[in-house]
DNA sequence: TGACTTATGGAATGGTTAGTCCGGAATTTG
DNA sequence: CAAATTCCGGACTAACCATTCCATAAGTCA
C-alpha cells in the first residue's frame, strides 16, 4: 500500500547517514539545526521537524545507525570461529580503522560526540553512555569465553584486562583526533594484547 | 606600590579555580557566561569583562591552572629519584586518583572540555590539544630515559608503549565519567604496566 | 580637596538557538 | 473530478548567547 500525500523530496535514510556524519564531527551540541538544515540539502524547519521529530530525536536514530554500522565491535567480539584473542585483535584493528579513516570523521561518536553535555541535554549524554556500555560488556563476554575454553589464563584477571582493553579503545578516540597515525595505533594495539602472554 | 582605583570585590584567583571546575564539568562550549558569572559569585557582565577579558581568555587561564595542578604529571615523570617504571606507575596512579576524586569532576578537563567544539572556537580545541600533547611528550621522555639507563628493553617498542599508555590514560576520562570505580581503574593500570615485564 | 584610576550594576547590543505555524503545493484515493 | 493526506517555503517566536556601554561608586595619589 502506497503512502498517500506529497512524497518527501529527499532521501531520508542517506540524510540520517549526513546527520551522523555531522553528530560525529562536531558533537551534539554543537550541531545546530541550520548546520543539519542545510548539509541535508537546504531543508526547511517544517520539513525538518516533520521528518525527524527533534534534533534530539534525529540524534538518537544518528547514534543508533553508528552503532550499527561504523561503530559496530559487537558482532566482531562474538565471531565464534575466532579465537578470544583473535576476536579481541580484529576488534580493535577494525576500529582503529574506522577512526582513523579519511572518509569519515576520526575518533569514534559514541566516545566524542556526547560525554560533555549541558544538564538539559542529559539524556543525550546517557544514550551515548549506553552505547559504550554496549561494546564494554561485549568485551567482557568475549574474554569470559576465552577463560571459560581454557584459552586465556583463569587468574582473576579478567574485569582488569575488560577495562584496559576497553579505556585503550576509548582512549584511541582522542588519539585519532590528535593525529596520531593507524599505523602507529596499530603498533600500540598489537603491544597491549602481549598482556595474553604471560 | 599598591593599585590604585576602587578594589575588585571578589577573589580573582578562587574565581579563576571555580570557574575552572565548570568548563572541567561541563566542557567549553556549554559552559555559558551566566553560569560562570552566577557561580563566581554573581558578577556583573562589567565585571567579568574587565576581569578575565573574555570567556576564551578565561578558559585559557583556567586550562593552565589545570596543568598546573590537577593536571600536573609532568613532574612525577621527571622525578629522577623514581626509576622509569616507578614514574610511570606514580604518574598513572596519580592520574586515576583524581580523575575518579569526588572532590572535583569526574575524568581529564584536558580531554573532555575541549575536544569537540564549533569551527568558530577552533582554537579553544587546540589549547587543549596543546595541553593533551605535552603530557604525551612527557611520557615518551620518561620511557626513553628508562631506555637510556638500561632499565627498560631497547628494542624499538618505545614509541609504541608510549601511546599505549597515553591511550589508556586518555581513555580514563571516559570510564571515569561512566563510573568506573577508581580500585578497578587502578587494578587495570598495574596490569598494564606488566607489559614491561617480559 | 580634586584629579585619576579601576570596578560595579544594570540596561542594551546584535546574533543565534531550537522549535512552531500557516498558506499553498503535490500526491493518492474514491 | 473532488477529497484527503502529506510536504514545503518561509515567516515567526521566545529564549539565550557573548559582549559592550554608561553612569556611578570606591578606592589611591598629590
Known amino acids: ?45 517544517a520539513s525538518f521537524y516533520a521528518a525527524f521529530g527533534s534534533k534530539k530525536a534525529l540524534y538518537e536514530e544518528c547514534l543508533a545507525e553508528y ?51 549541558d544538564d538539559d541535554n542529559a539524556d543525550v549524554a546517557e544514550l551515548a553512555r549506553n552505547a559504550r556500555k554496549v561494546n564494554r560488556d561485549a568485551i567482557a563476554d568475549c574474554i569470559a569465553r576465552g577463560v571459560a575454553n581454557g584459552e586465556l589464563a583463569d587468574d582473576g584477571s579478567a574485569e582488569a584486562f575488560t577495562l584496559t ?4 579503545l576509548k582512549g584511541l578516540a582522542v588519539q585519532s583526533r590528535d593525529g596520531i597515525s593507524r599505523e602507529a595505533l596499530l603498533r600500540s594495539a598489537d603491544q597491549l594484547l602481549s598482556i595474553l602472554d604471560r
Open 165 to 168: 582493553l576497553d579505556s585503550f
Open 1 to 45: 500500500m502506497a503512502r498517500t500525500g506529497r512524497p518527501r523530496e529527499f532521501d531520508r535514510e542517506s540524510a540520517v547517514r549526513q546527520a551522523m556524519n555531522l553528530f560525529w564531527a562536531k558533537g551534539f551540541e554543537s550541531t545546530s539545526l541550520s548546520d543539519l538544515k542545510s548539509t541535508l540539502g537546504g531543508l526547511s524547519s
Open 67 to 117: 552503532m550499527g554500522t561504523c561503530g559496530e565491535l559487537v558482532a566482531t567480539l562474538r565471531d565464534e570461529s575466532l579465537s578470544a584473542r583473535e576476536a579481541l585483535r580484529a576488534m580493535l584493528w577494525r576500529s582503529i580503522e574506522i577512526q582513523t579513516s579519511r572518509d569519515s570523521p576520526l575518533g569514534c561518536m559514541a566516545v566524542l560526540s556526547g560525554i560533555v553535555c
